[in-house]
T-cell receptor, first 113, second 117 residues
């Protein structure tokens, strides 16, 4: 069965600092992996996705993630945090052939001025 | 291109009452999903439709929850009777088709926040 673990329910960084949000997955099949962002009172917006092409995936707003099969990880990074990055971030893995997603519990990112 | 529309945005009811949520997916999207997001957790799939047929409803509490997708477009999710633990945000998403790749990319609506007192 597929599952996702996000380490750290809250992460706080200073503006301009590196952002690192951790995600580890478990999958019995080659996974598709996703990062979504959720701003307050809004739905989820896709940041980036890994679909078995390049292991380093670039997304919107300067985010990127690297798929590491040996570590079963898909950590999200951004070199320099901006105040507008403050939101909740969810890692997800495809649940099966029907396309449903299995989400982690989320990491809330705070950015200090 | 219009996104996924949901209504109402907020709903407060008392336990044992009934409630219904509505979703209009992106035009042309064959697959529609309903997720439940409890505070502090990630979204959990309740039911998935392909056109107007159910693909997966294994996690839908069928004794109180029901859903339908009329003519393969709009969808409604109903809870009757509601319990305190149903307080959550109900997210609707749609995609062109199934599985991974571009066709499977899911687009989410803003959600309906349900509070059960």
């Amino acid at each position: 069965a597929q599952s996702v673990t996000q380490l750290g329910s809250h992460v706080s960084v200073s503006e301009g600092a590196l952002v690192l949000l951790r995600c580890n997955y478990s999958s019995s099949v080659p996974p598709y992996l996703f990062w979504y962002v959720q701003y307050p009172n809004q739905g989820l917006q896709l940041l980036l996705k890994y679909t078995s092409a390049a292991t380093l995936v670039k997304g919107i707003n300067g985010f990127e993630a690297e798929f590491k099969k040996s570590e079963t990880s898909f950590h999200l990074t951004k070199p320099s945090a901006h105040m507008s990055d403050a939101a909740e971030y969810f890692c997800a893995v495809n649940g099966g052939s029907q396309g449903n997603l299995i989400f982690g519990k989320g990491t809330k990112l705070s950015v200090k001025p | 291109e219009a996104g996924v529309a949901q209504s109402p945005r907020y709903k407060i009811i008392e336990k044992r009452q009934s409630v219904a949520f509505w979703c209009n997916p992106i035009s042309g999207h064959a697959t529609l999903y309903w997720y439940q997001q409890i505070l502090g957790q990630g979204p959990k799939l309740l039911i998935q439709f392909q056109n107007n047929g159910v693909v997966d409803d294994s996690q839908l509490p069928k004794d109180r929850f029901s859903a339908e997708r009329l003519k393969g477009v709009d969808s409604t999710l109903k809870i009757q009777p509601a319990k305190l633990e149903d307080s959550a945000v109900y997210l609707c998403a749609s995609s062109l088709g199934l599985a991974g790749g571009t066709r499977g990319e899911q687009f989410f609506g803003p959600g309906t926040r349900l509070t059960v007192l």
